[in-house]
């Protein structure tokens, strides 16, 4: 802003201002080292055209020639042969790894209300009302009468043996996974 207002009051005129004003441009982006675009990641970085030129003629090779290419690079290079592993060799640790491995442990248990006595309804009704603090009894007679329905989600093994035990005891008939 300061300099507009020295130009101001030089009574220079817009043109040479514009005119210095684009030279100073150029020599500051001529002294600026040019900066590249970063390549992303997972995408194939930028090859020059030789090696372009390389992979365009190697994958129109056949199977046979590509051999004779693989043994010529490995005498040239030094390259000594890779081993081959048989088929069956490799299948043999995976078995072992296996049942070697322990076997999952379930720890979250859910447990359903599958069907109930009707006879022992109503006491079924007051069982799931104190199980579950946030139903009033409307909402757990409702839920009651929509058997099958989920009682708990994720507890612990005690805590779904310990609801089990509840509602069985009123006439309910639970399922625990």
């Given at each position: 802003m300061n300099s507009l207002r020295s130009i101001a009051r030089c009574k220079v005129t817009f043109r040479q201002f514009h005119t210095c004003f684009r030279y100073c441009q150029e020599a500051v982006a001529a002294s600026a080292p040019k900066l590249t675009i970063?390549?992303?990641e997972g995408a194939d970085p930028a090859l020059s055209p030789k090696i372009e030129k390389l992979v365009?003629?190697?994958t129109a090779l056949n199977l046979i020639e590509v051999s004779q290419l693989s043994d010529v690079l490995k005498r040239r290079l030094n390259l000594p042969?890779?081993?081959v592993m048989a088929v069956g060799s490799v299948a043999a640790p995976k078995a072992e790894e296996e049942e070697a491995a322990p076997q999952r442990?379930?720890?979250s248990f859910t447990v359903k209300l599958v069907k109930f006595n009707d006879k022992q309804k109503v006491a079924l009704i007051k069982e799931i009302k104190t199980l579950m603090p946030e139903m009033n009894l409307v909402q757990a007679?409702?839920?009651v009468e929509s058997v099958p329905t989920v009682v708990k989600a994720d507890i612990s093994k005690e805590e779904a043996d310990k609801l089990k035990e509840a509602i069985e005891k009123v006439g309910g008939e639970v399922e625990v996974a």
């Amino acid at each position: 802003m300061n300099s507009l207002r020295s130009i101001a009051r030089c009574k220079v005129t817009f043109r040479q201002f514009h005119t210095c004003f684009r030279y100073c441009q150029e020599a500051v982006a001529a002294s600026a080292p040019k900066l590249t675009i970063p390549v992303p990641e997972g995408a194939d970085p930028a090859l020059s055209p030789k090696i372009e030129k390389l992979v365009q003629e190697i994958t129109a090779l056949n199977l046979i020639e590509v051999s004779q290419l693989s043994d010529v690079l490995k005498r040239r290079l030094n390259l000594p042969d890779a081993p081959v592993m048989a088929v069956g060799s490799v299948a043999a640790p995976k078995a072992e790894e296996e049942e070697a491995a322990p076997q999952r442990v379930q720890t979250s248990f859910t447990v359903k209300l599958v069907k109930f006595n009707d006879k022992q309804k109503v006491a079924l009704i007051k069982e799931i009302k104190t199980l579950m603090p946030e139903m009033n009894l409307v909402q757990a007679k409702k839920f009651v009468e929509s058997v099958p329905t989920v009682v708990k989600a994720d507890i612990s093994k005690e805590e779904a043996d310990k609801l089990k035990e509840a509602i069985e005891k009123v006439g309910g008939e639970v399922e625990v996974a």
